[in-house]
């Protein structure tokens, strides 16, 4: 555990609200946790008590308390191993000033937790130690959902992505393989969700009445690219919204969740061979490169676990080229 820092506000912080100053500085740090520090004190600025809200001026103290899996001080950079450095450079597909984008590995978290300590978010610390200059995600995958994941080399870049992402200019596309063949084999599952505990953890399941207030709308837009007779379908899954477990949920909730989903599972066996991991990839990305000059447009191949399942079930790429077709002219945000 770090001791007790205390971090100055830089220029280019001036005027940013201490919540958006800590997911900055410490993205791992949960909004919750945030604010019981708050409320006890821990947290200050210029010695007194604050607000999430608070806007924070150039030049003033913020006091940071010891935090799990907290980044060095400013000054004191966190190193790579020559392992992690290759392990990043394996999973670039796209890398230029502005953007890093990569093919993150099903099981791998994009940022820590509890018990975590091995994560994207951690190892992109490593490549800079100054906070203007540190790399920033941009969005998030599960831990066990593989493909395109997008960083932002700094924060500027950061913000002009995040709000790509509110407004919807940015087109996803999934892959998965799902049990069953959905009916009908394209249409749109517009399902609100909400957070439930359970047992084995956090989950989200579709809103019921009377909870409008806590709900968050989700909508997929889905396609069936090519089936295994009626026992398994490769499905094409374009998310309009962005809900923690959107595509899982959804595709549960409609009778057909995915192959190896351990948080929405099916009751029925995986067939033999399969690999017992989530088969859900976020196989295309597409949206205006941050410079304002032309588009980015990622491809991340196929994860190990969904090349042998294509192959036992006789899909082929072929028929996702057909759909990503379609995904180039359609003009829908994603």
Not at 72 to 93: H, N, Q, V, Y
Not at 296 to 303: C, R, S
Not at 318 to 328: L, P, R, S, Y
Request: positive net charge.
């Amino acid at each position: 555990m770090p001791p007790v820092q205390t971090r100055h506000v830089t220029e280019d912080e001036d005027g940013m609200r201490l919540d958006r100053w800590f997911k900055a500085h410490y993205a791992s740090l949960p909004h919750s946790r945030l604010e019981k520090l708050l409320r006890t004190g821990q947290v200050r600025v210029d010695g007194g008590r604050v607000k999430a809200s608070t806007r924070l001026s150039a030049g003033q103290s913020v006091r940071v308390p010891p935090l799990p899996d907290a980044p060095p001080p400013p000054g004191e950079k966190r190193t790579l191993s020559k392992a992690d450095r290759a392990f990043l450079k394996e999973i670039t597909l796209y890398e230029d000033d502005d953007l890093l984008i990569l093919n993150k590995p099903s099981g791998i978290a994009v940022q820590g937790g509890t018990k975590t300590t091995r994560h994207i978010d951690r190892l992109l610390e490593g490549l800079s130690d100054r906070p203007e200059t540190r790399p920033r995600l941009v969005h998030r995958l599960d831990r066990d959902t593989s493909g395109v994941l997008v960083v932002a080399k700094r924060r500027s870049v950061a913000a002009k992505l995040g709000r790509a992402f509110q407004t919807r200019s940015v087109r996803k596309i999934y892959w998965a393989l799902v049990h069953g063949v959905p009916k009908p084999p394209q249409g749109k599952i517009d399902a609100a969700l909400v957070k439930a505990a359970t047992p084995d953890g956090e989950r989200v399941r579709k809103a019921r009445a009377g909870e409008q207030a806590q709900a968050q709308s989700a909508v997929t837009h889905y396609a069936v690219i090519d089936r295994a007779g009626q026992q398994v379908a490769l499905m094409s899954l374009k998310p309009v919204t962005g809900r923690q477990h959107q595509l899982r949920a959804h595709m549960a909730m409609a009778g057909h969740p995915m192959l190896g989903d351990e948080k929405y599972p099916s009751d029925i066996d995986l067939p033999d061979g399969i690999e017992r991991k989530l088969h859900l990839h976020a196989r295309r990305i597409a949206f205006p490169h941050p410079s304002g000059e032309g588009v980015v447009d990622v491809t991340a191949p196929l994860p190990p676990h969904m090349e042998q399942a294509f192959s036992a079930f006789g899909f082929t790429v072929k028929g996702g080229e057909v759909e990503e077709a379609a995904f180039d002219r359609d003009a829908c945000t994603r």
